[in-house]
């Protein structure tokens, strides 16, 4: 199928935002990312009529920032207070930029029970369903400052994931700051490019797998490949796109070639 059609036959996503495309160099949120980001988001709604859903990281970070440390704590409960800081601070911002659209957020925190305790998973799947019904944007996070690791999930990319079936979404967007998965490390391989299509995930494991952990475009790409093998073994696709490029997730919605899409493997279940 093309990639235009895949797009145009999205109705709900889920748009992961990581720390990285958040914050500049010196730790500081990146207003104009993430306006630019709050801009795209707002083409999707009021243009394409689609139902969006935010997953953000940035929390610690943006606490780290006002509350003055410049290295990241070691202790949990620093870690935990920083969240707290930084989340409120986070959600200011969400909920300025997207008011000045004449669209409403609401937040919600989650933990790893809140996908794993039936009940729990009930009560957030009905939450986001009614938020937009309402038209407002659900911003969620996980509840670092309460999470401890019995209930973490630990990692926003996997958060995601999970958002994303419990939201029964038909596509996952982790936008991150690089262009996509790459055929081999960029830092390393002059001739490395942008994988732009994904059908066997095997296959891209492993390019992963071999990587240098601390590669650039595919070291930081385990946990993203592991997310899009979550969602597209459920029947969902996943597409990472680089945040800090113009338009990006306005271009991928015109069938644009950037980023990388993963073709589901699975059909979708529905039970919205
Ligand atoms: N929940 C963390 C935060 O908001 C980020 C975790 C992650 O990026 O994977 O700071």
Same mark, same amino acid.
């Given at each position: 199928?093309?990639?235009?059609?895949?797009?145009?036959?999205? @109705?709900?996503?889920?748009?992961?935002?990581?720390?990285?495309?958040?914050?500049?160099?010196?730790?500081?949120? %990146?207003?104009?990312?993430?306006?630019?980001?709050?801009?795209?988001?707002?083409?999707?709604?009021?243009?394409?009529? +689609? @139902?969006?859903?935010?997953?953000?990281?940035?929390?610690?970070?943006?606490?780290?920032? +006002?509350?003055?440390? #410049?290295?990241?704590?070691?202790?949990?409960s620093?870690?935990?207070?920083?969240?707290?800081?930084?989340?409120?601070?986070?959600?200011?911002?969400?909920?300025?930029?997207?008011?000045?659209?004449? +669209?409403?957020?609401?937040?919600?925190?989650?933990?790893?029970d809140?996908?794993?305790?039936?009940?729990?998973?009930?009560?957030?799947?009905?939450t986001?369903?009614?938020?937009?019904?309402?038209?407002?944007?659900?911003? +969620?996070?996980?509840?670092?400052?309460?999470?401890?690791?019995?209930i973490?999930?630990?990692d926003?990319?996997?958060?995601?994931?999970?958002?994303?079936?419990?939201?029964?979404?038909?596509?996952?967007?982790?936008?991150?700051?690089? %262009?996509?998965?790459?055929?081999?490390?960029? @830092?390393?391989?002059s001739?490395?490019?942008?994988?732009?299509?994904? %059908?066997?995930?095997?296959?891209?494991?492993?390019?992963?797998?071999?990587?240098?952990?601390?590669?650039?475009?595919?070291?930081?790409?385990?946990s993203k490949?592991?997310?899009?093998?979550?969602?597209?073994?459920?029947?969902?696709?996943?597409?990472?796109?680089?945040?800090?490029?113009?338009?990006?997730?306005? #271009?991928?919605?015109?069938?644009?070639?950037?980023?990388?899409?993963?073709?589901?493997?699975? @059909?979708?279940?529905? #039970?919205?």
């Open positions: 199928m093309k990639r235009e059609k895949i797009f145009k036959g999205v @109705k709900r996503v889920v748009i992961k935002i990581g720390t990285n495309v958040l914050t500049s160099a010196n730790n500081r949120l %990146d207003l104009s990312i993430i306006e630019h980001l709050v801009e795209q988001v707002c083409y999707l709604i009021k243009e394409k009529g +689609i @139902k969006v859903i935010i997953v953000t990281s940035g929390a610690i970070g943006a606490g780290m920032q +006002i509350l003055g440390w #410049k290295k990241r704590p070691m202790e949990i620093k870690l935990q207070a920083a969240a707290s800081v930084g989340q409120s601070r986070l959600m200011r911002v969400y909920d300025r930029l997207f008011r000045e659209e004449g +669209i409403n957020v609401g937040q919600i925190l989650l933990t790893r809140a996908f794993t305790i039936s009940e729990r998973r009930k009560n957030a799947r009905e986001i369903n009614t938020l937009l019904a309402l038209n407002v944007v659900p911003i +969620i996070n996980e509840n670092d400052s309460v999470a401890v690791e019995e973490k999930v630990g926003n990319d996997i958060l995601s994931a999970y958002v994303a079936e419990l939201s029964s979404a038909d596509m996952l967007i982790i936008i991150t700051d690089v %262009d996509g998965l790459s055929s081999g490390d960029p @830092k390393q391989k001739n490395s490019e942008v994988i732009h299509m994904v %059908d066997n995930l095997p296959e891209v494991e492993k390019l992963v797998k071999n990587s240098s952990p601390s590669g650039y475009g595919t070291g930081g790409m385990k490949i592991s997310a899009a093998k979550y969602v597209t073994d459920r029947g969902i696709y996943c597409v990472i796109l680089n945040g800090k490029k113009m338009w990006s997730i306005k #271009k991928a919605f015109k069938g644009g070639k950037i980023g990388t899409l993963f073709l589901p493997t699975q @059909k979708k279940q529905h #039970k919205r």
